[in-house]
């Protein structure tokens, strides 16, 4: 019931609507299973990139009471990891928590650190990947991604993030925030 309360939720308990939006998350998981399979803790990939700090909610909740996903891009090793290992990183931490009900009706804030972002890891992520993810997580996963703040953002990533950007929704845009 818990899962299913994730889609109707997102959804203003429209029916129709929420069927569908489950029927994306399915496909999207089935289509991108090097993104979406293997969501286990123990696997050593990543467990590498938690115990760095990749991806992790904090223990407090922001002002407006959402949890709040914190994330040190830069702790990442691109001759090690890929981009699998990183949406499967953060994918763990969205699935875990949205299990409490509270989250799924508060929705979440993020805060990504590109600091000490290199080439290395820029070049893994192709431009239609980030659009891909980007997409992926505005219209398949049953969150409410509220605030999502980037800081230290290097040139390069910037731009590819304003290019991914515009195959968004205006929504979730203006949720976007550049320091």
């Given at each position: 019931?818990?899962?299913?309360?994730?889609?109707?939720?997102?959804?203003?308990?429209?029916?129709?609507?929420?069927?569908?939006?489950?029927?994306?998350?399915?496909?999207?998981?089935?289509?991108?299973?090097?993104?979406?399979?293997?969501?286990?803790?123990?696997?050593?990939?990543?467990?590498?990139?938690?115990?760095?700090?990749?991806?992790?909610?904090?223990?407090?909740?922001?002002?407006?009471?959402?949890?709040?996903?914190?994330?040190?891009?830069?702790?990442?090793?691109?001759?090690?990891?890929?981009?699998?290992?990183?949406?499967?990183?953060?994918?763990?931490?969205?699935?875990?928590?949205?299990?409490?009900?509270?989250?799924?009706?508060?929705?979440?804030?993020?805060?990504?650190?590109?600091?000490d972002v290199g080439l290395g890891i820029i070049t893994l992520w192709?431009?239609?990947?980030?659009?891909?993810?980007?997409?992926?997580?505005?219209?398949?996963?049953?969150?409410?991604?509220?605030?999502?703040?980037?800081?230290?953002?290097?040139?390069?990533?910037?731009?590819?993030?304003?290019?991914?950007?515009?195959?968004?929704?205006?929504?979730?845009?203006?949720?976007?925030?550049?320091?």
């Amino acid at each position: 019931g818990n899962f299913l309360l994730r889609f109707l939720r997102l959804k203003k308990f429209r029916i129709k609507e929420s069927q569908e939006l489950l029927e994306k998350y399915l496909y999207i998981r089935l289509e991108h299973s090097h993104w979406f399979g293997r969501l286990d803790i123990r696997d050593t990939m990543l467990e590498d990139l938690i115990d760095k700090g990749y991806f992790f909610a904090l223990p407090e909740r922001d002002d407006s009471g959402r949890r709040v996903f914190f994330s040190v891009a830069g702790t990442m090793d691109p001759n090690r990891h890929t981009t699998a290992d990183q949406v499967r990183a953060t994918m763990i931490g969205l699935e875990s928590l949205l299990e409490d009900e509270e989250n799924q009706v508060r929705g979440f804030t993020y805060i990504f650190d590109e600091k000490d972002v290199g080439l290395g890891i820029i070049t893994l992520w192709s431009p239609s990947e980030v659009s891909k993810a980007f997409q992926c997580c505005e219209k398949t996963i049953p969150a409410r991604h509220k605030e999502i703040h980037f800081v230290n953002l290097p040139t390069a990533l910037y731009a590819i993030f304003e290019f991914s950007k515009t195959l968004l929704s205006d929504k979730i845009k203006n949720r976007f925030q550049w320091r």
